[in-house]
Nanobody, 125 residues
């Protein structure tokens, strides 16, 4: 059973930076990519970005493009989310997720099968 574990959340001031990590373990990881999502209190889970392992394409939500960067370490089965110029509206629990094997990445969280437990990011002065 694939397990995803996020880390790196915390409290940061506006305009600060954080780097989130997501490591996959527990079996052969054959998804075609991974995504980052976030959920703020009282709001639905929303797409942040995704990395396709098929062609290396990286996708970002408009709200984070230019501030967030997704990268991957193939050897560690890990994905990272570098978050710069953080805003108070970035406050949320951040999740990494992977679709089932054979399915590509998408902005729709319902199409992801594997989820981490989430890591909380709080942006506050």
């Amino acid at each position: 059973q694939v397990q995803l574990v996020e880390s790196g959340g915390g409290v940061v001031q506006p305009e600060g930076s954080l780097r989130l990590s997501c490591e996959a373990s527990g079996g052969t990881f054959s998804s075609y990519g991974m995504g980052w999502f976030r959920q703020a209190p009282g709001k639905e889970r929303e797409f942040v970005g995704a990395l396709s392992w098929i062609d290396g394409a990286i996708y970002y939500a408009d709200s984070v493009r230019g501030r967030f960067t997704i990268s991957r370490d193939n050897a560690k089965n890990a994905m990272y989310l570098q978050m710069n110029s953080l805003k108070t509206e970035d406050t949320a629990v951040y999740y990494c997720a992977a679709p089932r094997p054979g399915v590509g990445v998408t902005q729709n969280p319902r199409l992801y099968t594997y989820w981490g437990q989430g890591t909380r990011v709080t942006v506050s002065s």
